[in-house]
């Protein structure tokens, strides 16, 4: 036991003082700090606002479409070519062009949009509600039905999702927290795992492997090392939450507060006033939608889980790459065992989406139950409160997995760690299992 823990000590102390982790440590949050910060400013920037010609042959639009503040829309008359080189020649953005048709079912197919540019889904949308909004009115009038009156009686339903015990829930906060959980394990076993493969191979070729070995057993130099690089993985990720966390802050702050300097300084005061509180109400009002769809998830044991998952599923595919490395001489080499690893974390990843629609379906229960795909698929079933049996089933099962592919990596690694300048295959493989 001494042994294991020098060797954990050994990796965890020798890859955290490297400069690359260090380096990595910190650029991360900036990194993520910096897209923030960016995607705040570029936001910004497009204050282009776009005229559009629109020439109404029959005049149902008239004094009806609505500019925004990216699109003005500019009524206009005469030939249609004349209008063309106009738009050529005063550089607006495009011509809207809706032909001289009265059967509104006929003209929804002919109504053009000429431009030099191809228009973005944004703009084509917007003008294609507006346009649709005053068909559908002509619609109604040549039925007899007053639009207004239409729209007076129209009902907007929202059905507020409750438990059992009266308290509100949330589907769109479940899946997003469901769905970040799962995905931070995938890229934790892969990210990590394939440390430990190069470790070992690294060892292996230097031949540093052959004096490690001489003092502590294959084994316990196997689960010192995935061991001591599971520790270093989840300092980095704590660091990284940590930091983050405080870097978009001060990021949001600084930038929040150039936006609203600038919006005072350009809005009128006499409707200053109102409209920021307006504003205020939205923010806090959202805030505390947020606040309700959070408070209602269970944060303790989805951290916890969230914690015995990411380290279960990290131990369990470690001993896998651990073995692959142990195995090759090269990482050209690996491919072929790699993908009989891969495979399952893929297929986990890809039913997620399938599993969000139905997290109690067979499916959802089968995949979080084996311990190959448990890892993420139970993250993603989590949230929408799970039954204890299963969570204790599956973390039973994933614990009895890890000690399984420990075993089986554990028989592959004493043999392939001193094995040196041999193309190994599966058939090479099973006989190093079957060694005693």
């Not at 990216?70 to 249609?80: A, H, P, S, V």
């Not at 540093?208 to 130099?221: A, M, T, Y």
């Not at 939450?241 to 300084?265: A, E, N």
């Not at 350009?266 to 920021?276: H, K, R």
């Amino acid at each position: 036991m001494n042994k294991i823990l020098l060797i954990i000590q050994r990796e965890y102390l020798s890859r955290v003082k490297k400069k690359s982790f260090i380096i990595m440590t910190f650029l991360g949050p900036i990194l993520m700090g910096g897209v923030l910060a960016g995607s705040i400013y570029f936001s910004t920037l497009d204050n282009e606002v776009r005229k559009i010609l629109v020439k109404d042959e029959i005049g149902i639009t008239r004094g009806k479409l609505k500019d925004d503040k990216n699109i003005k829309f500019i009524m206009t008359e005469g030939d249609l070519e004349m209008v063309k080189k106009d738009v050529i020649k005063n550089e607006y953005y495009g011509l809207l062009y809706i032909p001289p048709i009265s059967d509104p079912k006929v003209l929804q197919d002919k109504i053009q949009f000429l431009s030099k540019q191809q228009p973005s889904l944004t703009m084509l949308s917007k003008m294609t509600n507006e346009i649709e909004r005053e068909l559908n009115n002509q619609l109604y009038l040549s039925e007899g039905i007053d639009p207004e009156k239409l729209k007076r009686i129209k009902s907007n339903v929202n059905i507020q999702t409750r438990n059992l015990e009266n308290k509100e829930t949330s589907s769109e906060a479940t899946t997003a927290v469901g769905f970040v959980g799962g995905l931070l394990i995938y890229l934790f076993i892969f990210l990590y795992g394939a440390q430990v493969m190069r470790g070992v191979m690294e060892e292996k070729m230097s031949r540093i492997v052959e004096v490690i070995v001489s003092s502590v057993k294959p084994f316990e130099l196997m689960l010192g090392k995935i061991i001591g690089i599971a520790m270093v993985g989840l300092t980095q990720f704590i660091l990284w939450i940590g930091l983050t966390f405080g870097v978009t802050t001060v990021v949001s702050s600084i930038m929040m507060k150039d936006k609203i300097d600038q919006v005072t300084r350009t809005v009128p005061m006499n409707g200053a006033l109102d409209a920021n509180i307006d504003d205020v109400v939205k923010k806090n009002t959202s805030e505390d939608k947020i606040d309700k769809m959070l408070a209602n998830i269970p944060v303790t044991k989805v951290l916890i889980c969230f914690l015995i998952y990411f380290l279960g599923g990290y131990l369990l595919y470690g001993a896998l790459f651990a073995a692959i490395g142990a195995a090759v001489d090269s990482e050209t080499d690996t491919q072929q065992f790699m993908i009989p690893i891969t495979i399952p974390l893929i297929l986990s990843y890809i039913v997620s989406a399938n599993i969000i629609n139905n997290p109690h379906g067979p499916l959802a229960f089968w995949f979080s139950i084996i311990p190959f795909t448990s890892p993420i698929v139970m993250m993603v079933r989590l949230p929408f409160e799970v039954p204890v049996w299963q969570i204790a089933l599956s973390i039973s099962l994933l614990i009895i997995g890890f000690i399984f592919t420990t075993w089986l990596a554990g028989k592959i690694y004493r043999t392939g760690v001193l094995m040196y300048g041999k193309k190994v295959n599966y058939k090479e493989l099973w006989k190093w299992i079957k060694y005693s």
